[in-house]
């Protein structure tokens, strides 16, 4: 399995960006990165994915290293509806998809 | 639209007894499923995945076990329930093309007491 690597928790405040990183050094080259969040209670939901140009969308943006080997969901404007806890994750040809233990994210109003 | 739906939401089982939990896809053929478990406070444990009828592949070695009678349904069983079963189970469902976004239920909250 493709084995992402996150931060366990972050902090922002309220109405700034926020970064979260992931490292995925083992991607192999048709890997997306996929990213989902978790409200506490609920199952995940979709944010971003890409496979090597930066993407944007309503929720976030996803910056993708060049090597491919991390990536950066960005938050423009954190907040209070955001906390939560953040995975990354490469989606591969394989069906079995894995997912760490994601960061947890505060925000601080 | 396609929809997911998982029941129940909560449930409370003594050890030693069934399980059956019961996943449903709504708005799509031929759908990968899958059964997560998430334990208090930790991250999702991918448990089964299933590429179609009958078809089911097992990631981690234990007393539950996966079924998939029909193209948009996936079970989650168990003939004995251990305290350790306790957790968050979650369905989910996505396409087949790798990019696909996978979709999850609302989950189901299992006390094993």
């Known amino acids: 399995d493709a084995k992402t690597t996150q931060p366990n928790s972050m902090e922002s405040n309220e109405e700034e960006p926020v970064h979260l990183p992931c490292n995925h050094s083992?991607?192999?080259?048709?890997?997306?990165i996929h990213w989902y969040r978790q409200l506490p209670s609920q199952g995940p939901e979709y944010v971003i994915h890409?496979?090597?140009s930066n993407v944007n969308n309503r929720m976030a943006s996803l910056a993708i290293a060049e090597d491919r080997k991390s990536s950066t969901l960005i938050l423009h404007r954190a907040t209070l509806r955001d906390a939560a806890v953040y995975y990354c994750?490469?989606?591969?040809?394989?069906?079995?998809?894995?997912f760490g233990t994601g960061t947890r994210l505060t925000v601080i109003p | 639209s396609q929809t997911i739906h998982q029941w129940p939401a909560t449930l409370v089982q003594p050890v030693g007894s069934p399980l059956s939990l019961e996943c449903t896809v709504e708005?799509?053929?031929?759908?990968?499923l899958y059964w997560y478990r998430q334990a208090a406070g930790r991250g999702l444990q991918l448990l089964f995945y299933?590429?179609?009828?009958?078809?089911i592949s097992s990631e981690v070695p234990q007393n539950l076990s996966a079924s998939r009678p029909q193209d948009r349904q996936f079970i989650l069983s168990s003939k004995k329930l251990l305290l350790s079963d306790s957790g968050f189970y979650l369905c989910?469902?996505?396409?087949?093309?790798?990019?696909?976004?996978?979709?999850f239920g609302s989950g189901t909250q299992l006390s094993v007491l």
């Open positions: 299933s590429v179609g009828i009958g078809q």
């Open positions: 994750i490469n989606q591969t040809g394989a069906n079995n998809l894995f």
């Open positions: 989910a469902w996505k396409g087949i093309r790798v990019n696909e976004k996978l979709f």
């Open positions: 083992t991607i192999s080259g048709t890997d997306y």
């Open positions: 708005g799509t053929s031929n759908p990968n």
């Open positions: 890409g496979l090597t």
